[in-house]
């Protein structure tokens, strides 16, 4: 009779143990929830409440711009006008595929007005849902 010199210890079960994986996904989750955190603000007294997007822990930002929001400006009394603009950004980063759409037809446009032919292959193959979508958000009026 031999004894396996390579055979693995018993793991103790004083804990239970958890799946590299899972904890993986939890610590996923809770970064997707941070990074999509957004709350109202009257960022530096202005007229119009914007929404605040929480880029990482005490770093925030408005939604329609990339101006820097002041812990003060929480604690300013909003004034309840929306900022028509942060609507429309959280509203165009919740639809990515709409997003791709609006960039191509850019794209084709800036090259169109240089005088370049289009790309080979750059042909768009968007859904008609997508395209609904982008154009709904081009008819919105900005703030």
């Known amino acids: 009779m031999t004894v396996d010199m390579w ?8 804990a239970p143990s958890r799946a590299p994986r899972i904890i993986r996904d939890e610590m996923t989750e809770v970064l997707a929830r941070v990074e999509t955190q957004t709350r109202l603000v009257r ?7 914007h929404t605040a997007r929480q880029e990482r822990p005490g770093r925030w930002r408005m939604a329609c711009g990339t101006l820097p929001v002041n812990p003060r400006d929480f604690e300013r009394s909003l004034c309840g ?3 028509l603009a942060c609507d429309r950004a959280l509203r165009l ?3 990515p595929a709409a997003a791709a759409v609006r960039a191509h037809i850019a794209t084709v446009q800036r090259r169109q007005a ?4 289009p790309l080979p292959g ?3 193959r968007p859904n008609p849902a997508a395209e609904a979508t982008a154009r709904a958000h081009e008819e919105q009026p900005a703030s």
């Open 7 to 14: 055979h693995p210890l018993p793991v103790p079960t004083t």
């Open 43 to 49: 960022v530096h007294g202005g007229r119009l409440d």
């Open 81 to 83: 006008t929306p900022c």
């Open 93 to 95: 980063a919740a639809d």
């Open 114 to 117: 240089a005088g370049q032919p």
């Open 122 to 124: 750059s042909e768009p």
